[in-house]
């Protein structure tokens, strides 16, 4: 430990000069930038695999293995280890059949999770929100806005999710030409939908903005710093 | 006057003779009448004064004229031989008629058995075999018929065949069209015992070698005229009208088939005149007997008869076929059954039925003299070698059009691209001039000062509830700390979460921390190492990581429902921990599930790893309050779970500026307030950039505007 | 043979799915404890499959690398420390101080790097989108993020005046009520996606798990 922490200097320095690598794409594709992402892709792919192995795998297959022996197979931990094996047959085209099992496992239990929550978590939710939205007995919680003034926002507010709404409904009529057309309500209200998402991404793209200046401020004191400490002392 | 050309062997006859002389095939095909024909019969009359009316008249009186026949001009050489021939050469002299052409003429003639082969001192032997075998078998002698009339002709003909099984097949057709007679010699003819006029029988050793059919060794001549097929891309020529030979009239005696009475307008064979010249099947000398031959034919292995070998092109036509009326053939009629089967009208080529007296006559082939008959000639009747225009393609224009782009196209796909030129690189000046200047301005306030950005007092309007809920949070039960957030937000989310963790370190809060992602749990450490350093927090007594937690949605399931058993292997666990996993640690003793948290506090930079940890989470915490500390960009999508009457979430901390703010009511500068600096000028910088573009985007408009 | 198996793999897809969809809106004890087993199953299948995914980048990379194709030094170099973090996270684990220096003096500050170039490409990207396209829902777009920003960051001159107040205030009003609205809609729309895509899995009208 304490030989880490006389290196951190050098540790430090390492991170100025890979920063530095980086932020050299500013100048254009250089040498020194691909070489500092690929440095950094595989020391991520290496440290994901080892936490995974370590605080996953080794606990939940090998550690009771190790500590009941071959008796640690009579209970349900058969299972995880035919379907880790079978996943491992995925790997080659030949043998990928039985991998299929536990990818459909997987699978079903993702998607049963996904439209478990969708339906819980947001679908409901939100309708009901949209809805309680529009008592005049209620009162906005973070501002405190009451009558004309919220009544005003809801009303925005529910345009903006029922325009928003429609936008997304692709589905139309023949007509007489056999083109597909829309009707003119939903074709206006969708053009609002479209304008209403554009808002929502206006506003984020400037808190990304904003993210990504916090990110350069805090590179950048992080260099300054660097600097200081060579010649500040 | 022309010589005439048989049909069947393509050799030369005398211009007014009725059958050939070397297979006795009938060269006047036999016509129906008309005027033509009427006048095409009378020509014979005046023209008969040939070796043929010789002979019939010597083979009536019983003696030779004597008379060569005259000679012709152009007439070949061989056949100017022939009839020079010496009195002491075998074969019939000149103006001798054989016996069996008497015979075939002259039915009056005596029977043949009463014809003693001894009796004609020229007869050779084994044509008087024959004549005896004749006799034998009790054929019929042919009932004489007048010399001038032609009329009688056929019954003449079929009278001695009559006690024969009739020959069904066509007793009234020409003489072309009959099965060839089925009398053989008994005797095999033996060199030097034949005429010198007929071929002389090969010699025993040349027997064997003999086996095909002799060939006609001439040259084979094309058509004079263009042949008209479908192929062809010239003008057809429209085909000549074939003379039909006329079939045979009625006879006037009992004993014709019903169906040669069906035909009474078929002429008399000496009506017949002026057929339709039939190119001799000989090819050219030199070239293959059908083109496209490359000689798999050896014609060296065919024994030809000298008189074969000297055979020359056959001339072309002289006269012109004559239209004789044709049979008067009825158009097929299909039965109903058949006629219902008939493809639509639409697509029925429009076939045109000429009226009976329209229709051409067959004048070549077997089935010269009919009427209504397809037109054998040229194309079938006439072989011929195929024109190079006949295996031309016919191509319309857009269809070479068409074969033009696929033959480009292929040519493209094997065309080598020549190496493109490097591209001239562009000076990126506009992103050159932003970096500089952006990076100048973030460093300013860092380095001397300026600008100077006033912190800010009041933050957003969710920053006063968050501050809210933190304080309200109960200290005897840890806070779950969820790191969700990648590495690169790190620079923001340090100092967003940092006045938050400053807050809950103050009050004295024990903190698990857990994360779904693997570089969760050492940012997780980065975060309460800076937070609890001046707090004496450790780890393991107020602290722990709980570890890392694979799967996404699954994942927060699986914690949500039992967090022990979700994650059995802790990070940094302290060694006085044996169990690795955390679980035993005393800050931890009471939880067991996730409502037994104080609080459940997600740091995510991501609007998706929100949601999951809503729609999982949120339904197992009870009572148990849900805080996000967000990235500014996220913040608008986590806003509607929010602000809401029933809100899963109930508070947020977005941005930098509310962390400032937050930082300010803390009273204890952090790292939000160390960026303010350069994160206003940054922001500053960008605002000046849109604002830029903005009045050079509605310039430029109004001066396009302007042109236009 | 080839059709029964790809019916075993969709009914052990909704089987398994059903099961775990029935949790979420019942609460009974046997459908509970199969959940969990099924949920648990699942966690550990997708730390596995991480590990074989680790495996094909290293596959892909190795044959670059021994067919020395284009790039193949890059490819080294991240052969290279993909191997040495991977070893010494296995020795050492991925909690040692060793793991954790590569982590803190390496990864991070190369990926905050990345992220800081944002800053300078999402400025050159509205100044772009603001020159060059003058519809409508471009200006939205544009304008909105510009008042935003005025009132997100601070100011030269009258940072807590009224004028950066009123803006405030402008930028509080655009993110709480214009862009929520717009938010709950996408959200609304795709949670419909969701449960649509999530059902056809479970009813096997789609198969990403193969045949």
């Known amino acids: ?233 | 006057m022309a010589d005439i050309r048989c049909p069947m062997c393509s050799q030369l006859n005398p211009e007014g003779a009725e059958v050939c002389a070397f297979c006795s095939a009938r060269l006047r095909p036999l016509l129906a009448g008309g005027p033509s024909a009427d006048a095409e019969a009378g020509e014979p009359e005046s023209g008969e004064a040939d070796w043929l009316s010789r002979i019939r008249s010597e083979a009536v009186r019983g003696e030779p004229s004597g008379e060569p026949p005259p000679a012709e001009e152009g007439a070949p050489d061989w056949l100017s031989r022939l009839r020079r021939a010496e009195a002491e050469e075998e074969g019939p002299p000149v103006g001798e008629v054989p016996t069996w052409v008497s015979e075939a003429v002259e039915p009056a003639a005596p029977a043949p058995a009463e014809v003693a082969p001894a009796a004609a001192p020229d007869v050779p032997d084994w044509l008087a075999r024959v004549r005896e075998r004749k006799a034998a078998e009790g054929v019929e002698a042919p009932e004489p018929a007048p010399e001038s009339t032609d009329d009688d002709w056929l019954g003449r003909l079929r009278a001695p065949q009559e006690e024969q099984a009739p020959a069904r097949e066509a007793p009234t057709l020409p003489e072309i069209l009959r099965p060839p007679p089925e009398v053989a010699p008994a005797v095999k003819p033996t060199p030097g015992s034949l005429p010198s006029w007929l071929p002389q029988p090969p010699a025993a050793e040349e027997e064997a070698a003999d086996v095909s059919p002799p060939l006609p060794s001439t040259p084979w001549e094309p058509p004079s005229r263009p042949i008209a097929t479908p192929f062809s891309r010239g003008p057809v020529a429209p085909p000549p009208a074939p003379a039909w030979p006329p079939a045979p009239e009625t006879p006037a005696v009992s004993g014709p088939p019903d169906w040669a009475q069906a035909a009474p307008e078929l002429a008399q064979p000496a009506e017949l005149e002026g057929l339709a010249h039939v190119p001799a099947l000989l090819p050219e000398e030199g070239t293959p007997f059908l083109p496209g031959e490359s000689g798999d034919f050896d014609l060296d292995s065919v024994h030809l008869p000298e008189w074969l070998s000297e055979v020359k092109a056959p001339a072309a036509p002289s006269k012109p076929p004559t239209e004789e009326q044709g049979i008067n053939l009825a158009p097929a009629t299909l039965p109903a059954w058949l006629e219902a089967m008939r493809p639509m009208e639409t697509f029925r080529p429009v076939v045109e039925i000429q009226p009976e007296e329209e229709q051409m006559v067959e004048a070549a082939g077997p089935l010269a003299g009919l009427r209504g008959v397809l037109l054998a000639e040229p194309v079938m009747a006439m072989p011929r070698q195929t024109d190079i225009g006949s295996t031309r393609l016919d191509v319309t224009e857009r269809q070479y059009a068409h074969a033009e782009f696929l033959h480009r196209m292929v040519q493209e796909e094997e065309r080598e691209l020549p190496p493109a030129a490097a591209a001239r690189r562009r000076i990126p000046l506009t992103r050159w001039i932003l970096s500089l200047v952006l990076l100048v301005a973030v460093a300013l306030p860092m380095t001397v000062g300026l600008p100077a950005f006033a912190v800010p007092i009041l933050g957003p309007p969710d920053l006063n509830p968050f501050i809210g809920r933190i304080n309200t949070l109960p200290t005897d039960r840890p806070v779950l700390l969820v790191v969700d957030y990648e590495p690169g937000y790190s620079g923001e989310l340090e100092s967003v979460a940092g006045p938050m963790l400053d807050h809950m370190v103050a009050r004295g809060l024990r903190i698990a921390t857990v994360s779904t992602r693997p570089s969760g749990p050492p940012l997780a450490e980065r975060l309460l190492v800076r937070a609890g350093v001046d707090a004496g927090y450790q780890n393991g007594r107020d602290y722990l990581h709980l570890g890392y937690l694979p799967g996404g949605p699954a994942a927060v399931q699986l914690f949500a429902e039992n967090p022990r058993q979700a994650v059995p292997r802790g990070y940094l666990i302290p060694a006085e921990l044996t169990s690795r996993s955390g679980w035993e640690s005393p800050m931890l003793s009471g939880v067991s599930a996730l409502r037994d948290f104080g609080a459940v506090i997600l740091i995510t930079s991501g609007a998706e790893t929100a949601r999951t940890w809503i729609e999982q989470a949120s339904p197992r915490l009870g009572d148990v309050p849900l805080l996000m500390v967000l990235s500014a960009g996220v913040e608008p999508m986590v806003r509607p779970y929010y602000e809401t009457l029933n809100p899963q979430v109930d508070a947020i901390l977005a941005g930098l500026p509310a962390a400032a703010a937050y930082e300010n009511a803390n009273g204890r500068p952090g790292g939000a307030q160390s960026i303010w600096g350069g994160f206003g000028s940054g922001v500053f910088v960008a605002e000046i950039t849109l604002a830029l573009g903005a009045g050079y985007g509605l310039l430029t408009a109004l001066l396009s505007r302007r042109r236009a | 043979m080839r059709l029964r198996a790809s019916l075993v793999w969709a009914a052990v897809a909704s089987g398994v799915g059903l099961i775990v969809l029935l949790g979420f809106f019942f609460d009974i004890e046997p459908l509970r404890v199969a959940r969990q087993i099924l949920v648990d199953w699942a966690v550990l299948l997708a730390a596995w499959a991480l590990i074989l995914g680790l495996l094909n980048l290293l596959s892909v990379h190795w044959s670059k690398v021994s067919q020395q194709e284009k790039g193949w030094p890059y490819s080294a170099v991240l052969l290279l420390f993909f191997l040495v973090t991977l070893i010494l996270g296995l020795l050492f684990g991925p909690d040692s101080p060793v793991i954790l220096f590569l982590f803190n003096n390496v990864q991070l500050p190369i990926e905050a790097s990345l992220m800081a170039l944002l800053a300078v490409t999402l400025t050159i990207a509205g100044f772009r989108v603001v020159t060059r396209r003058r519809d409508l829902v471009s200006l939205v777009f544009v304008g909105v993020g510009f008042l935003v920003l005025l009132g997100t960051g601070p100011w030269l001159i009258g940072s807590e005046g009224v004028l950066n107040t009123f803006f405030r205030d402008v930028r509080n009003w655009l993110a709480q009520v214009w862009a929520a609205g717009g938010a709950r809609g996408i959200l609304l729309g795709v949670a419909l996606g969701a449960i649509a895509t999530g059902l056809r899995v479970l009813l096997a009208a789609d198969r990403p798990y193969g045949e």
Not at chain 1, 13 to 25: E, G, K, Q, R
Not at chain 1, 139 to 157: D, F, H, K
Request: proline residues 4%; charged residues 10%; without cysteine.
């Open chain 1, 1 to 233: 430990m304490s030989n880490i922490a006389s290196l951190q200097p050098l540790g430090t320095l390492l991170a100025a000069l890979l920063t530095i690598m980086v932020l050299s794409y500013l100048l254009g594709d250089n040498v020194l930038f691909r070489l500092a992402v690929h440095i950094f892709v595989g020391m991520a792919a290496g440290y994901a695999g080892s936490i995974a192995v370590h605080n996953v795998l080794i606990p939940r297959l090998i550690t009771p293995v190790m500590t009941n022996g071959l008796a640690a197979f009579n209970s349900l931990l058969i299972v995880p280890w035919l379907l880790v094996l079978m996943l491992s047959l995925k790997a080659w085209r030949s043998t990928a059949g039985p991998g299929s099992l536990p990818v459909a496992l997987m699978v079903g239990v993702g998607a049963s999770l996904v439209v478990g929550g969708a339906v819980t978590g947001t679908l409901v939710p939100q309708t009901i929100a949209a809805m309680d939205s529009l008592d005049p007995r209620a009162v906005t919680p973070l501002t405190g806005e009451t009558g004309l003034e919220r009544m005003l926002n809801v009303v925005v507010l529910l345009a903006g999710t029922i325009s928003t709404l429609v936008y997304f409904q692709f589905t139309a009529r023949r007509d007489a030409t056999g083109q597909a057309t829309r009707s003119r309500l939903a074709t206006w209200v969708a053009y609002v939908g479209r304008l209403f998402i554009a808002l929502t991404f206006g506003v984020m793209y400037a808190g990304g903005l904003a993210a990504a200046m916090a990110v350069l401020a805090e590179r950048v004191q992080f260099l300054l710093s660097l600097v200081y400490s060579f010649f500040g002392g």
